[in-house]
């Protein structure tokens, strides 16, 4: 596992290169080479995935998909049809593809918001990234509690209060 986490904001340049965050780039792996396949998130972000974690992880999920089965193809065609590999360059940016940039509204110039998910790095706009937090009903206790099986108190560090039993 990369193991990305952590955030940053950083300047997109005119060209559309972004710097990937020190802190994040310390994560990559020598058989990703340097090389990150970017494409379309599944929410309004652009996703880039170190190469190996793309060869090992996410294509040969896709490549189970049933391209007869009209919605496993709409979703493979749509994460496919965006994707790029883009590698870091002497001053370890990367450069986003300005369609995709289009697609989650980032322009050159823009402050992109860099947040680390175990196995990829999210390139959100700020406006998009405030719109993801405060449209979300859920909080991070009870997301654990239903995907961890973790509870709110467990998260915190506290004993249960009331009849709650962990």
Known sequence: MAGFKGRAENTIDSKGRVPVPAKMRRYLRPEARETFVVTQGVDQCIVLYPLDVWEGEIEPKLEKLDGFNAEQAML???????????????????????????????????????????????????????????????????????????????????????????
Do not use: C
Request: glycine share 10%.
């Open 76 to 166: 493979s065609r749509r994460i496919l049809m965006w994707t790029d590999e883009v590698s870091l360059d002497s001053q370890g940016r990367v450069s986003l593809p300005r369609d995709l940039m289009e697609l989650v509204g980032l322009e050159p110039g823009d402050k992109a918001k860099m947040i680390g998910v175990l196995n990829r790095i999210e390139v959100w706009s700020l406006g998009a990234y405030a719109a993801y937090l405060n449209g979300s009903a859920h909080s991070v206790a009870d997301l654990a509690d239903r995907h961890m099986g973790a509870s709110r108190s467990r998260l915190a560090g506290r004993r249960a209060i009331g009849t709650r039993t962990l």
